[in-house]
């Protein structure tokens, strides 16, 4: 079955601040995993996606198969960047398993 | 585009009243999705759809129902509302691109059911 576990329901740090919001996955094939943002008031929207090993906004998430994780990291943290992320894994027909998401605040 | 629109945004319900909340997409999109949010739960898929006519069932399908007679239109119906179906519900619709797929989510409809 698939799995999707954020183990941060919580996340603070300080604008300037490393930050990584960790994210690990159970699936028995290749796996195609995203991150989704949801910032206040506005609807989810895709942030990045591993098959395509982009940055984003300054973000960027490596897939590692041997530890089944999919972590997202920015060196240097913005208030812009408070937000709720939720990792998912993408199954057939583009259906998305996601994980429960983590809050994000970035203190000023 | 308006993308995806969802209607209402908001409403309140009584135990065992009936709704439809509205999808609609304008991207012509094939695959549409209906998902529910709660606090510290993430967003869990009630219902799917691959093309006109042809729905079926995600992880937490039970008491709502779908059908799809239209690219654009995927409505959710809620028969016998319950307290446990209070709860924020997001509509997606997704394409596959040569950068991969992509879901394109809806505003939302919060409802409460007392």
């Known amino acids: 079955a698939q799995r999707v576990t954020q183990p941060e329901k919580l996340l603070s740090v300080f604008k300037g601040a490393p930050v990584e919001l960790k994210c690990n996955y159970s699936?028995?094939?290749?796996?195609?995993l995203f991150w989704y943002v949801q910032y206040s008031r506005q609807r989810l929207q895709l942030l990045l996606r591993?098959?395509s090993r982009e940055s984003i906004k300054g973000f960027t998430a490596d897939l590692n198969k041997g530890e089944t994780s999919f972590h997202l990291k920015k060196p240097f943290a913005q208030e812009e960047d408070s937000a709720m992320y939720y990792c998912?894994?993408?199954?057939?027909?583009?259906?998305?398993?996601f994980g429960k998401g983590t809050l994000l605040t970035v203190n000023p | 585009n308006a993308g995806v629109t969802q209607t209402p945004k908001f409403r309140i319900l009584k135990i065992g009243q009936s709704m439809t909340l509205q999808c609609t997409q304008d991207?012509?999109?094939?695959?549409m999705y209906w998902y529910r949010q709660d606090p510290g739960m993430g967003l869990k898929l009630i219902y799917y759809?691959?093309?006109?006519?042809?729905?079926d069932k995600g992880e937490v399908p039970n008491g709502y129902n779908v059908s799809r007679s239209t690219t654009e239109d995927f409505p959710l119906r809620l028969e016998l509302a319950a307290p446990s179906q209070t709860s924020v519900y997001f509509c997606?619709?997704?394409?596959?691109?040569?950068?991969?797929?992509?879901?394109?989510f809806g505003p939302g409809t919060r409802l409460t059911v007392l």
């Open positions: 991207m012509n999109h094939n695959y």
């Open positions: 591993h098959i």
């Open positions: 699936y028995s094939g290749s796996p195609e």
């Open positions: 997606a619709s997704s394409t596959n691109t040569d950068r991969g797929s992509e879901q394109f």
């Open positions: 759809s691959v093309g006109a006519g042809i729905t």
């Open positions: 998912a894994l993408g199954g057939s027909n583009y259906k998305l398993t």
